[in-house]
């Protein structure tokens, strides 16, 4: 059974940085996308990011451009979101989950809260 | 960025009803849409892939059509379970974008 993890959540300043790692178990992690998904208290979905199973392509939503990164590391079954420059609106459940395209396997998500 | 208007955002149903949900894309993603249902402090789970794919596992009473622009999502004979918030993703083109979301209500 698939299995995603997600940590690092936590409270944070406007203008500070949080990574958010995602562990990864009962697939071969090497072999997938993977992706990262928000959703602010109340609100909707936001798709957030991607990253092909080498990492060598990484999409982002036009928002977190520049101030997100989004790694991998294949021999760890491990996702990372390294987050920058964090904003208010940054506000939000993030989800890991498995797949380029609609994704079938999610985590149970971690909450970044960003407030002075 | 594509945007997706999804509609209605809020519909109320009772056990039994048919409904369905629409997501218009601003330009045309071909088949590559899903739907994806959530509850309250869960996960979403998908349940379409690929504009009319049902996902393993779940019931035949979900069924989705169209391409191009226009999608739908139906729910044939609702339960009790399917209430609950519906979200559309295109999955064509970076970055993807989700729909607004529907919450589904008993009536």
């Known amino acids: 059974e698939v299995y995603l993890v997600e940590s690092g959540g936590g409270l944070v300043q406007p203008g500070g940085s949080l990574r958010l790692s995602c562990a990864a178990s009962?697939?071969?992690?090497?072999?997938?996308?993977m992706t990262w998904v928000r959703q602010a208290p109340g609100k909707g979905l936001e798709w957030v990011a991607n990253i092909k199973w080498d990492g060598g392509e990484k999409h982002y939503v036009d928002s977190v451009k520049g101030r997100f990164s989004i790694s991998r590391d294949n021999a760890e079954n491990s996702l990372f979101l390294q987050m920058n420059s964090l904003r208010v609106e940054d506000t939000a459940v993030y989800y890991c989950?498995?797949?380029?395209?609609?994704?079938?396997?999610w985590g149970q998500g971690t909450l970044v809260t960003v407030s002075s | 960025a594509i945007q997706m208007t999804q509609s209605p955002s809020s519909l109320s149903a009772s056990v039994g009803d048919r409904v369905t949900i629409t997501c218009r894309a601003s330009q045309g993603i071909g088949n590559g849409l899903g739907w994806f249902q959530q509850k309250p402090g869960k996960a979403p789970k998908l349940l379409i892939y690929s504009a009319s794919t049902l996902q393993t596992g779940v019931p035949s009473r979900f069924s989705g059509s169209g391409s191009g622009t226009d999608f739908t999502l139906t729910i044939t004979s609702l339960q009790p379970d399917d209430f609950a918030t519906y979200y559309c993703l295109q999955d064509t083109t970076f970055p993807y974008t989700f729909g607004q979301g529907t919450k589904l209500e008993i009536k």
């Open positions: 989950a498995r797949d380029r395209t609609a994704p079938a396997h």
């Open positions: 009962g697939f071969t992690f090497s072999s997938y996308w």
